[in-house]
């Protein structure tokens, strides 16, 4: 796949029954409604910041920073090996400050290493002008595909239309 030119990942979940997410689901109000796109081999998410989500003025408070890095590290996994599974260790570093009223945010997530089912994925969020905000490292525990399956995982798939980061950002 062209660099830049990236495909919408299509959520598997959205008719599944009790399905509430907090990080991707569209129907949760009070959560960050995440949309993700593979680029390369990487799984990119563009997200529009809101004054709800603040610590501190105009600062997007750090939690929900680590749920962003969190969610996007499980679709990575999810995508790379086609399997569903939890989190088992989140290490986040602040660099920067994110700003709640910035235009939007850029999300990157890469699977480095897969041992058996414990998967390792690096992850970056950065600002509107390409800053790095914060940096995250995260073992995820990937579950064999019968217990995926019992969930009502059955793997994940891409949109055919191919989209450049320009029209994903116009669309927040």
Request: aromatic residues 12%.
């Amino acid at each position: 796949m062209e660099k830049d030119i990236m495909r919408k990942i299509i959520n598997s979940w959205i008719n599944k029954e009790g399905y509430f997410c907090f990080g991707c689901c569209k129907e949760n109000h009070a959560g960050v409604k995440m949309d993700f796109y593979v680029d390369g081999d990487e799984v990119v998410s563009y997200w529009k910041p809101e004054d709800r989500f603040q610590g501190w003025i105009d600062t997007l408070h750090g939690g929900i920073q680590a749920v962003l890095l969190d969610e996007i590290c499980c679709w990575a996994v999810m995508h790379k090996t086609q399997t569903s599974g939890m989190t088992t260790q989140l290490e986040l570093r602040y660099k920067h400050p994110a700003s709640s009223s910035d235009a939007y945010l850029m999300l990157r997530a890469k699977v480095t290493d897969v041992r058996r089912n414990l998967v390792t994925v690096e992850a970056s969020l950065m600002n509107s002008v390409g800053e790095l905000c914060t940096q995250a490292v995260s073992t995820y525990f990937a579950f064999p595909p019968e217990k995926s399956e019992e969930m009502g995982f059955y793997g994940l798939y891409l949109e055919d239309k191919e989209l450049t980061e320009a029209e994903i950002i116009a669309s927040l």
